[in-house]
């Protein structure tokens, strides 16, 4: 990280961590207390590193992470990707979340863990869980070069189970199918079955 980001990046700090400690006097706490005279500062620094995907440059992520393997035209999925991300809504966690990613390669394939990689770079920010399926799906399909890309999820979201309805046991699945996952019901199923 340059000295100018690492500037930037403590000025911001220093400003949120001022707002952080509006926000508590506001909810009626005594910012002065003991147990809340770091709150600001730490509340800004984790809420700088849970939406550092703004930052993050996926080709910057992905730099020496393709190989061509003209031969191989099946089926790649990574399951079991465990993200979370802030709602853009309420700010509420959405948690327990669980990504499957599928592709077929076209001529090239990424290094597996590049896949998490992605998943997690679109989750650090405020999201919605649809939404976080259609940029892994739009930056899988740059970076390899297939329109053939599955993204499923599923998770929990805070803002259902903590307040609101409060469903605890409420999960929600969302699918994002590009290329023949998009037509092609039997691809579907088997990404579906993992």
Do not use: W
């Amino acid at each position: 990280m340059s000295e100018e980001v690492n500037e930037k990046t403590l000025l911001a700090r220093e400003e949120l961590a001022g707002h952080y400690k509006s926000i508590i006097n506001l909810l009626g706490e005594d910012v002065d207390r003991e147990g809340l005279l770091k709150t600001p500062e730490r509340v800004a620094k984790a809420m700088q590193f849970l939406t550092k995907g703004y930052h993050e440059d996926p080709a910057a992520v992905l730099r020496g992470a393709m190989f061509k393997e003209e031969d191989y035209k099946q089926m790649v999925i990574v399951k079991d990707i465990d993200i979370f991300s802030y709602c853009e809504h309420h700010m509420a966690l959405m948690y327990d979340m669980k990504v499957t990613v599928a592709y077929v390669p076209n001529g090239k394939v990424i290094g597996l863990s590049k896949i998490a990689r992605i998943a997690d770079m679109v989750s650090k920010r405020l999201q919605l869980q649809e939404r976080i399926g259609t940029d892994i799906a739009e930056i899988m399909q740059e970076i390899t070069g297939s329109d053939d890309v599955a993204v499923l999820i599923e998770g929990c979201h805070s803002c259902m189970t903590a307040r609101g309805i409060k469903k605890t046991a409420a999960k929600t699945l969302t699918t994002t199918f590009t290329g023949r996952f998009k037509t092609d019901a039997s691809l579907q199923m088997r990404v579906m079955m993992q």
